[in-house]
T-cell receptor, first 116, second 116 residues
């Protein structure tokens, strides 16, 4: 148990549905991340929030919409997804470090998303 | 752009034996961090070991050690006295020091099986 939780753990949705993934951490971290993990592909960083401000958006389609209302919570809102969006979505958090100093990311268990 | 390569999609090891997982990376930076993460079948990714590039001494964590060859841009993970609980996906990862948050690039992973 890393201290990062994700709900739901499994989600099946149709292409016209709207759903949200939730991530929560109470580790006192100030940075939160969304990753997409597809079979046979490296983890893809989707979004990064630093002090509740989005600082990375790696060419993610607009059908994925992140939200970080506070430093403990991160959401990923999903709408009109495609079957190729089926994957494991991982949330992570980390402290913020000064330049040259880093800590590690703590990952949640992931949400297994299937788009029909 | 930085890249991380793991040339062994799958590896197996006999219980109590030693196994080495390979990783190479490409970067023009002189200072950075390297990591090995473990993702067991339960899917919660955890940090195994990390190495600061400015340190010549190889990092060790109990049964896990690395062979860091900076000039060759190689970062292999050695697992000694392998245990059944070591069975997992192992990801090599790279982080530069340009951001205060963890912008990490992951390799494609190596699936390790431990044979009783």
């Amino acid at each position: 148990e890393t201290g990062v939780t994700q709900t739901p753990r499994h989600l099946v949705m149709g292409m016209t549905n709207k759903k949200s993934l939730k991530c929560e951490q109470h580790l006192g971290h100030n940075a939160m991340y969304w990753y997409k993990q597809s079979a046979k592909k490296p983890l893809e960083l989707m979004f990064v929030y630093s002090l509740e401000e989005r600082v990375e958006n790696n060419s993610v389609p607009s059908r994925f919409s992140p939200e970080c209302p506070n430093s403990s919570h991160l959401f990923l809102h999903l709408h009109t997804l495609q079957p190729e969006d089926s994957a494991l979505y991982l949330c992570a958090s980390s402290p913020l470090g000064l330049a040259g100093i880093t800590d590690t990311q703590y990952f949640g268990p992931g949400t297994r998303l299937t788009v029909l | 752009a930085q890249t991380v390569t793991q040339s062994q999609p799958e590896m197996s090891v006999q219980e109590a034996e030693t196994v080495t997982l390979s990783c190479t990376y490409d970067t023009s930076e002189s200072d950075y961090y390297l990591f090995w993460y473990k993702q067991p079948p339960s899917r919660q990714m955890i940090l195994v070991i990390r190495q600061e590039a400015y340190k010549q001494q190889n990092a060790t964590e109990n049964r896990f050690s690395v062979n860091f060859q900076k000039a060759a841009k190689s970062f292999s993970l050695k697992i000694s006295d392998s245990q059944l609980g070591d069975a997992a996906m192992y990801f090599c990862a790279y982080r530069n020091l340009k951001t205060s948050y963890d912008k990490v690039i992951f390799g494609p992973g190596t699936s390790l099986s431990v044979i009783p």
